[in-house]
Every structure is written in structure tokens, then in C-alpha cells.
């Protein structure tokens, strides 16, 4: 009987790319829920020569088309194997996956990036309006993912 692999993944570095709060300097008596926009970004990288997957995330917060907050963070996963579960094509530069793991991290890191946005919004005017909740299937959609060295 053959022994089944199992997947080996730990968080290896969490870090806060960039925080932009400009709420202080700006007029923020009309917002509310209708008014404010929210946009958000995710990446993922792979380093095979580090056996690291970091999936880098950002939201921002708009009121009439001025930026009011915006956060970035990097989450780096050390992934035992990685060869094992990703293998890239560098002729046609496709990659692919023999277990979806990006889901899991990018929705991890979503989670990480939603308690940056709330320890530093809170007791501000933003505190009301928690980063929306975004269905795992549209950021992995919306997901660029790279190879690098």
C-alpha cells in the first residue's frame, strides 16, 4: 500500500506592504455605505528555489472618487514539495497544479488583510464599514499569479 503525501504549509512571514489613511484630512460627513467605493487587487508569487508561495493583497476605500484608505500585505507560505504540487512550463510560461492551494491562500491571506483593515480603522470613521465580504471564486478569478526565481 502506497503512502499518501501529505501537504505541508506554514505561514512563514506576514507583512504590511503599505497603510494610506488620508480620512483625517479629508471631508468624510457624506459617507456612508452607498457612497464609499472599495476596490482590492491579489497576486500570488512562486519561488521554487525558496519553496514559498506569497500571495500579496490590497484594498482601497474611495468617497467620491477620492482615495480615503488603502492597505497592502504580503503573506509568504513556506510549502514542503513544492515541485510536487506545482510545476512550470518556462517554454510557454504556464504553470500547473496538481492540488488548488491558491484558493486556501489567497482566501488566508484575505483574512490577514480584513484584521489590518480593522486595527486600523478602528475608532475612526471608517470603523462602520468592515472590508466587504468578496466570494473566494472572484479573487481567485482576479488573481495573477507569477513565477520567479
Excluded at 476596490?39 to 490590497?58: D, L, M, R
Excluded at 506545482?86 to 490577514?112: C, E, R
Amino acid at each position: 500500500m502506497e503512502k499518501e503525501k501529505t501537504l505541508n504549509i506554514k505561514i512563514q512571514s506576514i507583512k504590511e506592504t503599505s497603510v494610506f489613511n488620508n480620512c483625517g484630512s479629508k471631508n468624510v460627513e457624506s459617507l456612508s455605505e452607498d457612497s464609499l467605493g472599495f476596490q482590492f487587487k491579489v497576486g500570488a508569487e512562486v519561488c521554487f528555489t525558496k519553496n514559498t508561495i506569497s500571495v500579496t493583497e490590497a484594498i482601497k476605500y474611495k468617497l467620491d472618487n477620492v482615495d480615503l484608505f488603502q492597505a497592502e500585505c504580503v503573506v509568504c507560505f513556506f510549502v514542503d514539495n513544492l515541485e510536487d504540487i506545482i510545476t512550470y512550463d518556462k517554454s510557454s510560461n504556464t504553470i500547473s497544479l496538481s492540488f488548488d492551494v491558491i484558493p486556501t491562500l489567497v482566501n488566508a491571506s484575505f483574512g490577514t488583510l480584513r484584521g489590518i483593515v480593522y486595527k486600523e480603522t478602528i475608532n475612526g470613521p471608517l470603523e462602520k464599514y468592515p472590508v466587504p465580504l468578496v466570494p473566494m471564486k472572484v479573487l481567485v478569478e482576479r488573481c495573477a499569479v507569477s513565477v520567479v526565481d
